[in-house]
């Protein structure tokens, strides 16, 4: 059982900034893939970014590159997702997500309480 806790969001005016953060509950394994998706209200849950653990790749949505970077610190088991140049349509509560494994973009296997994150115009 892993479990995640996201903290870090709020409510930011657009072209601002803010940084999430999900810390796993235990140790983590030698391989796996940790990700960061997004649910606005009336909408589909959508990936954001992932990072795995062996070589530290990661991905991006289309809709996040260049304005999002996430990175992790495998001491602290955590994961984070620095978000700059935030827009109003990034307004939505954010999931921090666990799997074994090598990544992908819809099957996860662990999922923290979400986050919300609020852009003003």
């Known amino acids: 059982q892993v479990q995640l806790v996201e903290s870090g969001g709020g409510l930011v005016q657009a072209g601002g900034s803010l940084r999430l953060s999900c810390a796993a509950s235990?140790?983590?394994?030698?391989?796996?893939?940790m990700g960061w998706f997004r649910q606005a209200p009336g909408k589909e849950r959508e990936f954001v970014a992932a990072?795995?653990?062996?070589?530290?790749?990661?991905y991006y949505a289309d809709s996040v590159k260049g304005r999002f970077a996430i990175s992790r610190d495998n001491a602290k088991n955590t994961v984070y997702l620095q978000m700059n140049s935030l827009k109003p349509e990034d307004t939505a509560v954010y999931y921090c997500?666990?799997?074994?494994?090598?990544?992908?973009?819809?099957?996860?296997?662990?999922w923290g309480q979400g986050t919300q994150v609020t852009v003003s115009s």
């Open positions: 997500a666990f799997r074994f494994g090598t990544w992908s973009m819809t099957e996860y296997d662990y």
């Open positions: 235990r140790r983590t394994f030698s391989s796996y893939t």
């Open positions: 990072i795995s653990s062996s070589a530290g790749r990661t």
